[in-house]
C-alpha cells in the first residue's frame, strides 16, 4: 500500500478489517489485559502496556505516512521525546536547534543534564555542520520548522554529516506533518510528532509518537515504551487514528487560510516582521522550498509596540483562542515569551530573536474572512 498517495494512506495506511467481525475501523480494544491458554502461551496479546491492538493500528498508519517500517506510540509528545533519550547512552553528547519549543528546552536542561548528558543548542543554517556536529555527537534534535521562529534546517545536509560522525538524526516533524515534509526520506532515523497537535487535529488528545526505518532504534524505543510505560490509551489512540483520516483535507486548508493572513501580515505598517517560511523574504525559503511541499498553519509575527501592547493583541480576538498547543481546527493564538517558551530564560530568548512581542498563531480551518477581521479588531483594540 505503500505506493499510494498520501491522502489516500491516511485514510488507509497500515489498517485492515478487524478479523473477528470485519469491522471497518479499528475498534476500542478497553482491557488491562488478555487471557492465556497455558501460562505464557497467549495469541501475542499478554498485558495492555506492551501491546494494544488500538494503538497499534495508530501506530502502522502513521509510520506509513511518514515512510517508516515502525511506529512507536506515547501518551504525549514529551513521553515520545524522553524515551528516545532513554534509549542513548550515558553522557551523550546531544546537539540541538538554538529555537525549540520551550518543553523540549526545559526537559533537556532540567531534566537530562542531571543524568551526565551534554547538550549544545545551535542554529544550524549559520553554523558549520562540521563544527556544529563534532565527532562524538551522539544524537542530532532538529526541529524544523521551529517553534516558535520557524527557522527551516536542511535535514539532508544534517543527515550527512550525522553519519560521518556516527550520530543519530531526530527530526521532530509536528510542525509540517508527513503531508508537507518526509524526514526518513531525507535522511532521518528518527521523525517524532506531538499527535496532540496537526495528526490529531481537534484538541481533545494529548499523545506523541516516534518513527524509524531502522530496525534497531525501533527494538530501542519499544523497549522503553514497555519498561517505562508511557503509553498511551486506547480511546486516546483512537481518536487520535480518527483525526488522522482528515489529515491531507485540514492541512490544505490550513495552509490556504495561512496564506491570506501571511499576506494580511506582510503588508500590515504595525507588523515588524513575519515568519513563514514559504513566503519569498524568509530566510528559510530556499531549503523549505526544496524539502517542503507545502507549510500548514503557523504563523510568527512580530508586533510594533510593548511588550503589553503584544498581551492585549492576543486577549482581544475573538475567534483565535489565547491558549497553548496548535494545529486543532479552531485557531489558536499565544505569546511565546510568557506561554510555551517562559521556561527559557529571557535573556536566552532574546539572544536566540525570540523577542517579548513575538505573537505565534495557529491558523484554523474557519473562513478566512472572519479570522482577517478578528486579526483586524485586536489589532484596533490592542493600538488603544
Not at 565527532?135 to 534534535?141: A, D
Not at 520557524?150 to 554529516?161: H, N, P, Y
Not at 531526530?170 to 532515523?189: E, K
Amino acid at each position: 500500500m505503500s505506493d499510494h498517495k498520501l491522502d489516500t494512506l491516511c485514510i488507509h495506511g497500515g489498517q485492515h478489517h478487524e478479523p473477528v467481525t470485519g469491522a471497518v475501523m479499528p475498534p476500542v480494544f478497553q482491557t488491562s489485559t488478555y487471557a492465556q491458554e497455558w501460562p505464557a502461551k497467549h495469541t501475542g496479546y499478554e498485558y495492555a502496556r506492551t501491546q494494544n491492538p488500538t494503538r497499534e493500528a495508530l501506530e502502522r498508519c502513521v509510520a506509513t505516512l511518514e515512510g517508516g517500517t515502525d511506529g512507536v506510540a506515547f501518551g504525549s509528545g514529551l513521553a515520545a521525546t524522553t524515551s528516545l533519550l532513554h534509549t542513548l547512552p550515558a553522557n551523550a553528547r546531544v546537539v540541538c536547534g538554538d529555537d525549540v519549543y520551550g518543553g523540549t528546552f526545559r526537559l533537556f536542561t532540567k531534566v537530562f543534564e542531571k543524568t551526565g548528558m551534554t547538550f549544545s543548542f545551535l542554529d544550524f543554517s549559520t553554523t558549520p555542520l562540521d563544527r556544529a556536529i563534532p565527532e562524538g555527537t551522539t544524537l542530532v534534535w532538529l526541529e524544523t520548522p521551529t517553534n516558535p521562529l520557524l527557522k527551516v534546517f536542511d535535514i539532508a545536509a544534517v543527515s550527512a554529516r550525522c553519519k560521518a560522525v556516527g550520530a543519530l538524526l531526530a527530526v521532530d516533524n509536528t510542525f509540517a506533518t508527513p503531508i508537507f515534509q518526509r524526514p526518513l526520506a531525507l535522511g532521518a532515523d528518527v521523525v517524532v510528532h506531538s499527535t496532540t497537535k496537526y495528526l490529531n487535529g481537534h484538541s481533545d488528545v494529548v499523545g506523541g509518537i516516534a518513527l524509524t526505518a531502522n530496525p534497531a532504534v525501533a527494538q530501542s524505543l519499544r523497549f522503553i515504551q514497555n519498561a517505562a510505560g508511557a503509553v498511551p490509551g486506547p480511546w486516546d489512540a483512537w481518536l487520535t487514528l480518527r483525526g488522522v483520516k482528515t489529515l491531507a483535507l485540514r492541512m490544505a486548508r490550513h495552509q490556504s487560510n495561512a496564506h491570506q493572513i501571511v499576506a494580511w501580515l506582510a503588508d500590515h505598517g504595525e507588523v515588524a516582521r513575519v515568519y513563514y517560511p514559504l513566503l519569498p523574504s524568509d530566510p528559510g525559503f530556499a531549503v523549505a522550498s526544496r524539502q517542503m511541499s507545502g507549510f500548514g498553519g503557523m504563523i510568527s509575527f512580530d508586533l510594533v509596540g510593548s511588550l503589553r501592547r503584544a498581551e492585549k493583541f492576543c486577549a482581544s480576538t475573538r475567534l483565535f483562542t489565547c491558549a497553548e498547543s496548535l494545529g486543532g481546527v479552531e485557531s489558536l493564538i499565544e505569546l511565546p515569551a510568557t506561554m510555551t517558551h517562559a521556561s527559557v530564560p529571557a535573556e536566552q530568548r532574546r539572544a536566540r530573536g525570540l523577542s517579548d512581542g513575538l505573537i505565534r498563531l495557529s491558523v484554523g480551518i474557519e473562513d478566512p474572512s472572519d479570522l482577517l477581521a478578528d486579526l483586524e479588531h485586536a489589532m484596533s483594540a490592542s493600538r488603544a
